[in-house]
């Protein structure tokens, strides 16, 4: 037993992940002869069923906690997404006005014609519907009026 052991004497020195994968190897080869005898013959097999049973509550609980930090990292994304949107959208309403207040300051409608040549391109690749082509044609007519 001391081979089997020695293998795993540095368990506690690695991560969260390692560390399980180690102890479930060391559970596996523990329940594996000729070790099981000498277990059961050593009388660790109690010993052995709490380990055994204390990983299975690890994991539950580290399942549980990837679940709901999964979760909150969605709901992280989409509060960026929608305030990088609003940020997106107050910028182009700002270079349009621009452009239309400053018609000789040319810099300022071909930035515009960029940003929605720009915009196209991403509504087509995501695909999006008749709703958003119907607006992005109602926005293009303000800019350009």
């Not at 300022?108 to 720009?118: A, E, R, S």
């Amino acid at each position: 037993m001391k081979p089997v052991f020695a293998k795993y004497k540095d368990i506690t020195k690695h991560s969260n992940d390692v560390e399980t994968a180690e102890i479930k190897s060391l559970l596996k080869t523990l329940s594996e002869e000729p070790y099981q005898t000498a277990v059961t013959s050593l009388g660790l097999t109690p010993m052995l069923l709490a380990v055994t049973s204390a990983q299975e509550d690890y994991d539950k609980v580290e399942s549980q906690a990837r679940a709901h930090k999964s979760a909150k990292e969605v709901g992280k994304t989409r509060q960026v997404r929608t305030e990088l949107t609003s940020i997106y959208d107050l910028f182009m309403r700002y270079t349009a006005a621009s452009a239309e207040a400053y018609p000789e300051k040319e810099h300022l409608t071909k930035l515009l014609k960029d940003l929605n040549t720009i915009r196209d391109s991403k509504r087509r690749l995501t695909g999006s519907g008749k709703k958003d082509k119907k607006a992005k044609s109602e926005e293009t007519t303000q800019v350009a009026g």
